[in-house]
Antibody, heavy 121, light 107 residues
Framework: EVQLVESGGGLVQPGGSLRLSCAAS????????MNWVRQVPGKGLEWVSY????????YYADSVKGRFTISRDNAKNSLYLQMNSLRAEDTAVYYC??????????????WGQGTLVTVSS | SYEVTQPPSVSVSPGQTASITCSGD??????ACWYQQRPGQSPVLVIY???KRPSGIPERFSGSNSGNTATLTISGTQAMDEADYYC??????????FGGGTKLTVL
């Protein structure tokens, strides 16, 4: 069974930093591209960042570019999101999402349960 | 940047057909997918590659994509289908774009 378990969320002051982790199991993690998607409570989904299976390709949403860094450790079956210079508008539930393979178009076929990040003084 | 637009809400009576649209410039030239999100839960993929259903998704869920509009259709809607639905597409300028979401009410 595919499992994605996020951790590392919490309360942080504006300007602070936080590192999110996503532990993957039940599939060959090194074969899949991964993403972070966030959702402000009560609002819609917003894509945040993408990393390819080999780490060779990385993308960021304009809203986080220069402040967030995505990374992965295929040996540890883990995905990370380093978030710096946090702002109130970064407050959201952060999901890690697996990208489907052998599928036309970009599709997130499995999602974690999410971890809440709250940026507030 | 590329955008896709959904109606904020759709209502349907139990057993009837619900249609949720997703509009974007030449969306039919891209692949669209749909996610269902029940309250307090993570999103679940219900349609990918315009019209394909992942394993475990009931046959009453179907999708289409042509011109500027992708459509999620739920036939014989059940109370358990009440949820938020999000369309999503890929675009070279933004990588992934989500619609704003549609709240489906079954009443």
């Amino acid at each position: 069974e595919v499992q994605l378990v996020e951790s590392g969320g919490g309360l942080v002051q504006p300007g602070g930093s936080l590192r999110l982790s996503c532990a993957a199991s039940g599939f060959t993690f090194s074969s899949y591209s991964m993403n972070w998607v966030r959702q402000v409570p009560g609002k819609g989904l917003e894509w945040v960042s993408y990393i390819s299976s080999s780490r060779s390709t990385i993308y960021y949403a304009d809203s986080v570019k220069g402040r967030f860094t995505i990374s992965r450790d295929n040996a540890k079956n883990s995905l990370y999101l380093q978030m710096n210079s946090l702002r109130a508008e970064d407050t959201a539930v952060y999901y890690c999402a697996r990208e489907g393979i052998e599928v036309a178009g970009t599709t997130f076929d499995h999602w974690g349960q999410g971890t809440l990040v709250t940026v507030s003084s | 940047s590329y955008e896709v637009t959904q109606p904020p809400s759709v209502s349907v009576s139990p057993g009837q057909t619900a249609s949720i649209t997703c509009s974007g410039d030449k969306l039919g030239d891209k692949y669209a997918c749909w996610y269902q999100q029940r309250p307090g839960q993570s999103p679940v993929l219900v349609i990918y590659q315009d019209s394909k259903r992942p394993s475990g998704i009931p046959e009453r869920f179907s999708g289409s994509n042509s011109g500027n509009t992708a459509t999620l259709t739920i036939s014989g809607t059940q109370a358990m289908d009440e949820a938020d639905y999000y369309c999503q597409a890929w675009d070279s300028s933004t990588y992934v774009v989500f619609g704003g979401g549609t709240k489906l009410t079954v009443l």
